[in-house]
């Protein structure tokens, strides 16, 4: 970020007026429902290796989505 000279913004959801929140999740849903937004998968796990899913995320080193399969 710093060598690009980019801004990162963020926010929380719960950080918002309720009835923001809902109109905004909604909004989000169709999103994903549509496919014009897709979730970053970073990792699949298959089940037996579930601990170690979860210590990386545990340890801060996820990228993206961590997926469990069964």
Not at 17 to 23: I, M
Not at 26 to 54: C, F, K, Q
Request: hydrophobic share 45%.
């Amino acid at each position: 970020m710093l060598l690009k000279g980019i801004d990162l913004l963020g926010f929380q959801f719960g950080d918002l007026d309720p009835e923001l929140y809902r109109q905004h999740r909604a909004e989000l849903a169709a999103l994903l429902a549509d496919g014009t937004v897709r979730p970053h998968i970073g990792t699949r796990y298959p089940l037996a290796e579930t601990a170690a899913a979860l210590r990386l995320v545990a340890d801060g080193r996820a990228v993206g989505k961590v997926l469990i399969e069964p």
